[in-house]
């Protein structure tokens, strides 16, 4: 399996080694947290007296310590002790609550961590303190104390996700007998509590002369390029990961290191754009990542020697086919991944060789041709992707005859068609089904019928013409997600949704859009309460919208039915999604007014980005929304978009007052409607507005002046109204200069237009002046700041194009560091390493 199994089976092995090399050579038996009847010693008074003034210095509001009171210390939670001596000897406070897996996700506030601005010096007085974890508590802000450094019997140090900034202190080259060092970030976890840690000259590691394992991911070593050096005088290393440090790795003369087994190295900068040859010296590595680090060219004989070498990652570099050539000779690996580089022609036929491979990942590249024989063979595979190519070809059952692993199967995007009888009974069951963009139909797969293990399945735009099948919708697991979107699927949603809704009502995401459904939502559909994402948009669905959507399906957050028959009025129903962030029901026949309880939809109050949950939905869904009259998709920065449309139909009345409070809204687009009345006043409200679309109405009055302190408004079309007065000018709408945003308007005068207005009615130059922070678009210091204040302009615009054009991504990472183009970049990438690889 990839790298999440690799490195549990890692960690579990670690904390076995640990056990046995860190604490018991000095043959301590080891006393566990909890009364331990057998023994008869007690703690050393001032050792307990130096773990209650720690205690004392933190804050513990979910009383974590709480059995840190009277007693003997020995029998509080977190505390090791020797058995003879009694001494303290382990510090366990790791905050044990699994953090969840991206920043935006609410619970990170209740994580019951133990938190404070300052750590008592007393622990130095547990002088055989072996064992130190504090990571993943929430010492915000503060440096790594410097005591830390006479604690001189430390073997294991974990302060890692926790909060602690500023220069890691040159004391920690003190600990001699270090074996494991961790200090970074958590390889896949972007979380509040990270760390944000400087080392300017890591001549302090160089000390550390017992040290196996070195994790100092995230930590900026931009100025310590000579980092590696350092590194490299600590010939019993095991374990070095250093990803995304700014390091520049450079060639050795000669490498010391050559008892390491893992190098995890990934988004750095390496000093010459090829493989530097030493790493074909680390002839007993297990593990290299060497992921998005600009490298290519020839890798030669690089690899030959690596013949322990288990799990390469390569994504997100240049290396072309030849390179893909020369690893196929690395039989040991088990898992290779290839994704986001130039491989381009065929999937060499040597590809066979690699007969222990359980994943073999090889998308977003520029491979064409047929899938060579030899690469249904590997019959160990549990994961093949090589969506997003150039292959070509037809699939048929015997292909995939001897793949009897297989879990996750990712081939879309490609331009195979894959032609299976109807009987055919896969030897595989699948949990992961990417089969987006391959010609499947005209007729519904009856294969899916024989898998029992569906968790995500995407058929979009499969060719598919055929009324969905009515076992379809007792599918054995639980799927999270069905994209079935962009076939021709027709009939009624009722033939798969009906009373006996069977395993469906798990589902988290629902597309169907761009198919012929018609008849009316089946109420059955009620019953999919965990929905997050509803997609019905352009079918031929004619119903009114049912009370239940908003009364039943509360957890959604996006909800999408536009170009449909959808008639009557707006109800107040709708108003219970509190988490709703992108409501779309443009161009359908809905009547009455727009209900004033809009301003329900709390998730748009918000600037923060929604949470919606991409964690066990390694298949992105995908959004389609206008913005600036161009239909965007949005799929890994979907948590983050906010928008209303209603375009296209017969509402009447006023907008209400109400929605001016739905301050995180990037889209409000109400064209081609009856509405009357004037443009609300505080529209300003609406900072974040990227498009405002208010066209083709009857809507009279002035324009507001606060429209023009919408900094980040890029879109404006007021055209075809009833609007009067004077042009508002300065500011924001400098920029929208284009005439025709307010055509069709007879009332109004002022540039842009070419009729001037009357002297009297010159145009106001209103709103707030610019200050020194009204551009914040490139200032990232929330993002380090913990995340706190919401987006600001520009992230979903450029990010949208970004999910599509994958080879910018990481161009766009290397300059721009500082926008927020990397923090996508950097949970996309994160994010699909964990997803891709789950078990
Ligand atoms: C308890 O203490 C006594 C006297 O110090 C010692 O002889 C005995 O071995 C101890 N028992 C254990 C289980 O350590
Ligand atoms: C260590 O313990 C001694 C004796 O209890 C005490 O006087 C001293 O203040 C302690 N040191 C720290 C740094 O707490
Ligand atoms: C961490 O602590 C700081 C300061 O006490 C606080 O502002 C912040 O919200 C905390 N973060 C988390 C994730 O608990
Ligand atoms: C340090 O702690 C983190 C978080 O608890 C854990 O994931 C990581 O494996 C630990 N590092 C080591 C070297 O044990
Ligand atoms: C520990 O390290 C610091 C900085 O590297 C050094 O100045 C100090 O003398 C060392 N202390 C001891 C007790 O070795
Ligand atoms: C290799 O390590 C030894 C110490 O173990 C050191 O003396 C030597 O300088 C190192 N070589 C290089 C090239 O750093
Ligand atoms: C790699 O190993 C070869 C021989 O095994 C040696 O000659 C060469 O110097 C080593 N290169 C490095 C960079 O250590
Ligand atoms: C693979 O190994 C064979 C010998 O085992 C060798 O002839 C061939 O050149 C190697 N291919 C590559 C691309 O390194
Ligand atoms: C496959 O791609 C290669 C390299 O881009 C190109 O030369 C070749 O013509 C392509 N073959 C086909 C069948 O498209
Ligand atoms: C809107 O929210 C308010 C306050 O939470 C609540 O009283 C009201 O019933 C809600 N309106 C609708 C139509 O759900
Ligand atoms: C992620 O998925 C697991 C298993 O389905 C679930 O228990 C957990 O709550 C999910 N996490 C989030 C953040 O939704
Ligand atoms: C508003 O929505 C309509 C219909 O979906 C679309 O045609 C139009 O381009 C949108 N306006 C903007 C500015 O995106």
């Known amino acids: 399996m990839g790298h999440l199994n690799f490195l549990d089976a890692t960690t579990s092995l670690l904390s076995l080694f640990l056990f046995i090399t860190v604490l018991v050579p000095s043959q301590i038996p080891f006393g566990h947290s909890g009364p331990d009847r057998s023994s008869n010693f007690t703690c050393i008074e001032s050792e307990q007296q130096a773990l209650l003034r720690f205690r004392d210095s933190l804050t513990d509001e979910s009383n974590r310590l709480s059995s840190w009171t009277g007693g003997d210390c020995y029998s509080w939670k977190g505390i090791g002790c020797h058995r003879t001596t009694g001494r303290v000897v382990k510090l366990d406070l790791r905050n044990t609550v699994q953090p969840a897996l991206h920043i935006f996700d609410p619970s990170y506030h209740s994580t019951p961590c133990l938190a404070g601005q300052y750590l008592s010096p007393s622990l130095v007085n547990l002088t055989n303190l072996r064992y130190l974890d504090l990571s993943l508590n ?41 074996r494991y060092l961790d200090i970074g970030v958590l390889s896949g976890n972007i979380i509040p509590t990270h760390n944000n840690l400087i080392s300017k000259d890591l001549g302090w590691v160089a000390r550390l002369s017992s040290l196996e394992g070195l994790f100092l991911n995230e930590i900026d070593l931009t100025k310590a390029q000579d980092g590696l050096l350092a590194v ?53 590595l297990q593990d290299l990542s060497l992921r998005a680090n600009y490298l290519g060219g020839k890798v030669h004989d690089t690899f030959r020697q690596m013949t322990s070498l288990v799990d390469l990652d390569l994504v997100g570099n240049s290396f072309d086919t030849s390179t893909l050539r020369s690893i196929c000779n690395v039989s040991s690996l088990t898992s290779l991944d290839m994704s986001d580089n130039q491989l381009q022609g065929s999937i060499p036929s040597e590809i066979g060789r690699l007969w222990k491979l359980t994943g ?55 331009l195979f068609s894959l032609h299976v009888s109807s009987s055919w009974v896969p030897p595989f069951q699948l949990q992961y089904i990417g089969m987006g963009s391959i010609k499947i139909g005209p007729r519904f797969p009856n294969w899916l019928r024989t898998q029992k293990e569906i968790e995500q399945l995407n058929m979009a735009n499969a060719g598919i013409s055929d009324a969905i099948p009515g076992w379809f919708g007792v599918l054995s697991n639980d799927p999270g997600g069905i994209i079935l979107s962009g076939n021709k699927l027709e009939g009624s949603l009722n033939s798969f949704i009906s009373g006996s809704l069977g395993n469906l009502g798990e589902l988290i995401s629902l597309q169907l859009s761009k198919n012929r459904f018609d008849g009316k939502l089946p109420p059955s ?34 909800l999408t039915l ?3 028959n959808f008639h009557g009025g707006i109800s107040n129903t709708l108003c219970q999604l509190p988490h709703l962030q992108v409501l779309n029901l443009a161009h359908n026949d809905l009547s009455g007014s727009i209900p004033h309880c809009f301003k329900n939809f709390t998730a748009m109050e918000s600037t923060k980005p929604g949470t919606f949950e991409f964690n066990n939905s390694y298949l992105d869904p995908v959004l389609r929304n206008f913005k600036a009259g161009i239909e965007l998709e949005y799929s890994k920065n979907l948590p983050s978009v906010k928008s209303i449309s209603l375009s296209g139909n017969h509402l009447v009345g006023e907008i209400p007052d109400e929605i001016m409070g739905l301050v995180g809204l990037q889209t409000l687009n109400l064209s081609k409607n009856h509405l009357n009345g004037r443009i609300p006043k505080n529209i300003g409200n609406l900072k974040q507005l990227e498009t405002l679309d208010l066209s083709m109405n009857e809507l009279r009055g002035e324009i507001p002046p606060s429209l023009s302190s919408i900094y980040s408004l890029s879109s404006l079309n007021l055209s075809y109204n009833k609007l009067s007065g004077p042009i508002p000018s300065g500011n924001q709408l400098q920029t929208l200069n284009d005439p025709s945003i307010y055509e069709g308007n007879i009332g109004l005068c002022g540039k842009p237009l070419l009729n001037s207005c009357p002297a009297d009615e010159s145009p106001t130059e209103n709103g707030p002046v610019l200050d020194d922070k009204g551009h914040s678009e490139f200032d990232f210091s929330w993002f380090y700041a913990g995340f706190g204040p919401g987006f600001s302009v520009g992230v979903v615009g450029v990010v949208g194009i970004l999910q599509f054009k994958q080879s910018w991504r990481y161009a766009l990472f290397k300059c721009v560091e500082n926008a927020y183009d990397g923090i996508w970049v950097m949970i996309g990438l994160k994010t699909s390493r964990l997803r891709r690889n789950f078990h």
């Open 562 to 564: 536009q170009t449909n």
């Open 232 to 284: 490299n005088m600590l010939p019993s290393l095991i374990t070095l990961h250093l990803e995304s440090c700014g390091l520049i790795v450079p060639h050795f003369l000669q490498v010391n290191f050559t008892s390491l087994s893992s190098l995890i190295i990934g988004f750095n900068q390496f000093n010459h754009p090829t493989i530097p040859p030493w790493l074909g010296n680390l002839t007993g």
């Open 525 to 558: 559909m009620q019953n999919l309460k965990r929905l997050q994402f509803l997609d019905l948009g352009e079918n031929r669905i004619a119903d009114t919208i049912p009370a239940w959507i908003g009364e039943r399906l509360s957890d959604l957050e996006f």
């Open 360 to 414: 073999l990942y090889l998308d977003s590249n520029m491979l064409n041709g047929t899938i060579p024989s030899s690469l249904w063979e590997l019959t160990q595979l549990q994961a093949l992707f090589v969506q997003g190519n150039s292959l070509t070809g037809e699939l048929s059952e015997h292909h995939f005859a001897k793949l009897k692993e297989l879990k996750r199967l990712d081939i879309s995007d490609n």
């Open 138 to 178: 929430n010492f915000s802000g503060i440096q790594i104390p410097t005591f830390l450094g006479l604690l001189k019997d430390l073997r294991y140090l974990n302060l890692s996700d926790a909060g602690f900034v500023g220069e890691v202190p040159h004391h920690l080259g003190n600990l001699s007998h270090l």
